[in-house]
């Protein structure tokens, strides 16, 4: 993430991954392992600069390429291999400008599209107005000249579903199946089998026992049964906690736990919930948090009085909006009883 604020907002609001914040340009050179989220200060950080080194006067910008050599080879070499969206940004910091020009001379008129999202001018004056828009439609030319497309929106309320959306379709087809870890199910390895089947699904491993186990393992097979590449279809992220049974029955561990996996929630879109204890509650509860899309599944009566269960059929509007999948599949659920097919069905509506 790059910034030209000076605030400390973003390391605030990813205070639960291990941050990488760059500040100066000694900074760029060093990194912090095994770091979660990099975010790079090109203006200075009001608590980490020395007051000389934030850039802030119209000399300061007009000297950036030269004082901050690392910082702006950094940004102009990110803009040539990535996409940016610009959020919140008038575009009209002349730094930030005049490296977008050099990446456009660099790539010889050839850069990475890029994406900025600003709000259509307002003014109680017609006369004013007009002039207003006419100067914006000629300035969103000039940055589409540089490789920027843009999108107008009526008001900044629109930019949380925007910025939601894209955070979705950002994860992928990806899934993650969560439940007991001391019981096996027959509906999990047919169900691991059916997702396998489907290409372009991505099965989240979190190294569970039981259930989660029951799922990756068919998954695994069915994979290598249909000669695909596992490498592409399979993504494993630790959990220490799953070395030893007696962890994932003791309440003391559940907030290391939760820690654990929101880097893995973060990572999916949909969330497999069978019955479970209470590591399977951490884990609903973090990808409620972390946004993710959960189907529960209910494979008898009994399921129905699982308290996991029960407190996600009690959420509905949370639980992957139940309200907007099939009667047939919620009837089913409420009568105590889904295949392995019913489960795959809903979640091919989700992901569609």
Known sequence: MWTTNYDTLLERAFSEFLVDAKVN???????????DIEILKIHGCISRSHHKDIIITQEDYEDFLIKRPAMSQRLCNDLLKKSFLFIGYSYRDPNIRNIMIEARRLAQKTTQEHYLITAIPKDDNPEFLVQKKRRQELWCKDLKRLGISTLLIENHDQLEKILFAISQKSRGKTIYVT??????????????????????????????TGIGSNVVSAFTEQCINDKQDIHGRLQIFPNPYAA???????PALLPDLKRCRSKLMNSTQVVIAFSGGMGTEAEIEVAKNRNCK????????????????????????RSCNLNELPNEYYNKLMAGGVSAEDVMACIKIILR
């Open 179 to 208: 439940g007991s870890h001391e019981k096996n199910s027959r509906v999990a390895q047919q169900l691991g089998k059916l997702l396998a089947k489907e290409n372009e699904i991505i099965l989240i491993s979190g190294q569970s």
């Open 244 to 250: 030893n049974p007696n962890f994932s029955n003791d």
């Open 294 to 317: 959960i189907v529960p599944v209910v494979l008898d009566n009994n399921d129905l009085q699982n308290k996991v269960i029960k407190k996600v059929l009690d959420d509905a509007a």
């Open 25 to 35: 340009d000694d900074a760029i050179s060093r990194n912090v392992v095994n770091s």
